[in-house]
């Protein structure tokens, strides 16, 4: 132990003494650059109070952290336009996650290991609460390797300045260890096993199985690669942003990366690079093998669990040491055209951070938005118990429904002409797109009609649909229909479903949507699923939008509760 400390201290005597490589705000090195410029002075789709900076474009969350207090965001950052390039890290600082600092960019290419590109990465805090980055570089040959950077001044909370290691690439694919060379980016945070070694894992793929590469080390600067690697699936292609925690088997608080407790699982989340969908698993981590097993029936496919069932990818999560819980965040696309995203200025937000726990079946996990969005909250309006027949739509007033919160719960007693479900049907979203918001059912569908016209040429709506299953157990489904989003054919208008892990016969449907704008955010029985849409409507945009319940079956449901509220704008830049 001794001699871990030992090196741990000569570490950060190199990096914060003569030995480093000092990054220079005045002198950015980008290559291939790719610009852009905005041509329409009308914003309607600019978010007031999802993460986005002014302009350009951005991607995937890296390095989040607590760090004295004050939460880091860094995030893929083109500085020169709203398309992918000149990838740099770009740098905002929070004290509640939802108002936001912006600094100059964290990590940008000045090194060889890095010339062509700095990609994503994850944060760890070492002993000592010393904070420590790593990310995937491109070096001259393209490779894709793994360099380390830690802050140039500890007392600084803000952390706006960082130094690189001389040494890096620390981790580089060659002959030796089989790796390719343009498949083996985003390190995880690491955690500290029994041993006192550090593990990280990268992702990778041979052929088309996805690889968690495995590398361990005793000092944070000499990594050796294992024989072998933390988890593999054939068929999955390249695994990107791996995330890999453990969540506590009761409560609702989250763990420490490196804990290694006796009531704890582990989650493995990949994002596929084939399919650009998330899945993750809930398993067990054995720290003698380092191997990591899913649980059986939890697996990396389309009939897997995600994080989120909509447009959201490139995930990554923090254990918050201040508030005892894991975040996660997530990248949210465009649907919109490259044209468009040009002419407007940017692309990409970052959805609102989500605390994360395992829900108490064990087999899944369950998501909600930190309660410090709820700061934003303002003039709530509420609708009482209130039967909402078949067929039936209901505006809810009073609230500024481009930019709103909603929390809608339904109460159905009479389950007796539910649809039987198809064996065939097995894929939610292909079922949500056969049947939409406008196809009657029995049970369903009723939910929200959101970002809507007044005439209703235009909404997405969110909601569910209730089937009686072969053992006469009942299923229910979410859908977010995009299908009439917006009069705009350009726009990527694809509608999502996942089906829900709860009993309608003892359980209340309740729906919870963060609608801002161009996205609607949703969280289906407090979270146990959750759907995000980027929609660009053309008439219900600002005070043009409008907010509805409806119930699009032939049974009669009952809204149990209904409360909405008109969200402030947010500090984003």
């Keep these: 132990m ?16 003569h030995g480093v490589v000092e990054l220079q705000a005045s002198h950015h090195v980008y290559r291939n650059l790719q610009t852009s410029q905005s041509t329409s002075p009308n914003q309607p789709y600019r978010t007031g109070y999802h993460f986005q900076p002014p302009k350009n474009w951005i991607n995937d ?67 000592g609460e010393k904070p420590a980055i790593f990310y995937t570089g491109i070096d001259p040959h393209n490779r ?5 950077a830690v802050p140039k001044n500890l007392s600084d909370p803000y952390l706006r300045e960082w130094v690189k290691s001389p040494k890096n690439p620390l981790m580089a694919p060659d002959a030796m260890n089989q790796i390719n060379t343009s498949s083996f980016r985003d390190p995880t945070t690491a955690w500290l096993g029994p041993d006192k070694r550090w593990r990280v ?33 054939k068929g999955t292609g390249m695994w990107e942003c791996p995330d890999f925690f453990p969540v506590s088997t009761y409560g609702l608080n989250g763990l420490d990366t490196s804990d290694m407790g006796p009531n704890t699982k582990h989650v493995l989340k990949v994002s596929l690079d084939d399919t650009k969908h998330e899945y993750y698993t809930v398993g067990t981590y054995s720290t003698a093998k380092d191997r990591y097993v899913p649980d059986e029936g939890s697996v990396e496919s389309d009939s897997g669990l995600r994080f989120d069932y909509g447009k959201y990818y490139a995930s990554k999560t923090f254990f918050d040491s201040a508030k005892n819980r894991r975040v996660l965040w997530g990248w949210v696309n ?74 809608i719960s339904f109460d159905v007693s009479d389950f007796k002409k539910a649809e039987k479900l198809d064996p065939g049907w097995t894929n939610p979203q292909l079922i949500c797109s056969q049947k939409g918001a406008s196809v009657k059912g ?50 990527d208008k694809t509608t999502y479903g996942a089906f829900l892990n709860v009993d309608p016969v003892y359980e209340k449907l309740s729906l919870r949507s963060l609608i801002d704008h161009s996205i609607v955010e949703s969280f289906g029985v407090g979270g146990k699923a959750c759907i995000t849409a980027r929609v660009y409507p053309t008439l219900a945009i600002d005070d043009y939008a409008h907010l509805y319940a409806f119930n699009n079956g032939t049974e009669n449901v009952k809204i149990n509760g209904l409360s909405a509220w008109s969200m402030k704008k947010a500090q984003l830049y």
């Excluded at 000149?86 to 060889?112: E, F």
Aim: proline share 4%; with cysteine; aromatic share 12%.
């Design 2 to 17: 001794a001699n871990f400390y030992l090196s741990l201290f000569l570490f950060f005597a190199l990096f914060l003494g």
């Design 61 to 127: 969350p890296n390095g989040v952290m607590i760090y004295k207090g004050i939460y880091h965001l860094f995030y893929q950052y083109n500085p020169k336009g709203a398309v992918w390039g000149n990838i740099v890290w770009a740098h905002s600082t929070s004290k509640d996650l939802i108002n936001w600092i912006p600094h100059d960019p964290a990590i940008y290419p000045s090194q060889q290991s890095d010339i062509n590109g700095c990609w994503s990465g994850s944060a760890t805090i070492l002993p």
């Design 144 to 148: 894709q390797v793994q360099n380390l």
């Design 201 to 233: 894992i990268i992702g990778s793929k041979i052929n088309r199985k996805g690889l968690a590469i495995l590398y361990r080390s005793k000092d944070f600067l000499h990594w050796i690669k294992a024989k072998h690697p933390l988890h593999s699936v």
């Design 334 to 407: 465009e649907s919109s055209s490259v044209n468009d995203d040009v002419k407007k200025g940017w692309a990409g937000i970052q959805a609102i951070p989500r605390k994360l726990w395992l829900d108490k079946s064990g087999k899944h996990l369950v998501q909600w938005p930190v309660v410090e969005i709820e700061k934003l909250r303002v003039n709530q309006v509420q609708v009482p118990s209130k039967l909402l027949k078949g067929g039936s739509v209901i505006e809810v007033t009073g609230v500024t429904a481009a930019q709103a919160d909603v929390e």
């Design 442 to 491: 029995a049970l369903g569908p009723f939910g929200l009609l959101a970002l809507a016209s007044k005439d209703l040429k235009e909404y997405t709506a969110v909601f569910f649909r209730i089937f009686k299953g072969e053992d006469k157990k009942f299923v229910v489904l979410m859908c977010s229909d995009q299908s009439r989003s917006s009069l705009n054919s350009d726009n």
